[in-house]
């Protein structure tokens, strides 16, 4: 099935402590099932996003706010317009491959030494 970015949605995950500089910004074509899906995430993901966010108090201290919804041509498209945003919000963004990925999983997983 083709994806139609005709409205192409584009969001940030902030923390609501203002001190926090972690941003996260992506997009979707469908921003109530996106936000759903986050939201589930939470709960269990390994993902280094959603540690971050079980690591500072849950979804509850986290806010998904809505940038902008605009057409664009392609996925490849949609990136280059989350990168533009991120410089934009001069953000040190702390995308998944720049979370440090191994403290974030031992403070969710208990560690077990052998």
Same mark, same amino acid.
């Given at each position: 099935?083709? &994806?139609?970015? +005709? @409205?192409?949605?584009?969001?940030? &995950?902030?923390?609501?402590?203002?001190?926090?500089?972690?941003?996260? &910004?992506?997009?979707?074509?469908?921003?109530?099932?996106?936000?759903?899906?986050? $939201?589930? @995430?939470?709960?269990?993901?390994?993902? /280094?996003?959603?540690?971050?966010? %079980?690591?500072?108090?849950?979804?509850? +201290?986290?806010?998904?706010?809505?940038?902008?919804?605009?057409?664009?041509? +392609?996925?490849?498209?949609?990136?280059? &317009?989350? %990168?533009?945003?991120?410089?934009?919000?001069?953000? $040190?963004?702390?995308?998944?491959t720049e979370l440090p990925i191994t /403290?974030?999983?031992?403070?969710?997983?208990?560690?077990?030494?052998?």
């Amino acid at each position: 099935m083709k &994806i139609n970015f +005709n @409205n192409t949605h584009f969001y940030k &995950i902030v923390s609501k402590d203002l001190t926090s500089k972690y941003i996260y &910004i992506g997009y979707t074509t469908d921003f109530k099932r996106r936000v759903n899906r986050h $939201s589930t @995430n939470c709960i269990s993901s390994t993902l /280094p996003l959603y540690c971050h966010i %079980r690591l500072y108090g849950g979804w509850s +201290n986290f806010e998904i706010l809505l940038i902008k919804t605009i057409p664009v041509d +392609n996925a490849l498209y949609a990136k280059k &317009i989350c %990168r533009e945003l991120l410089e934009e919000n001069h953000a $040190s963004q702390q995308t998944v491959t720049e979370l440090p990925i191994t /403290p974030l999983i031992t403070d969710v997983l208990p560690v077990v030494k052998t």
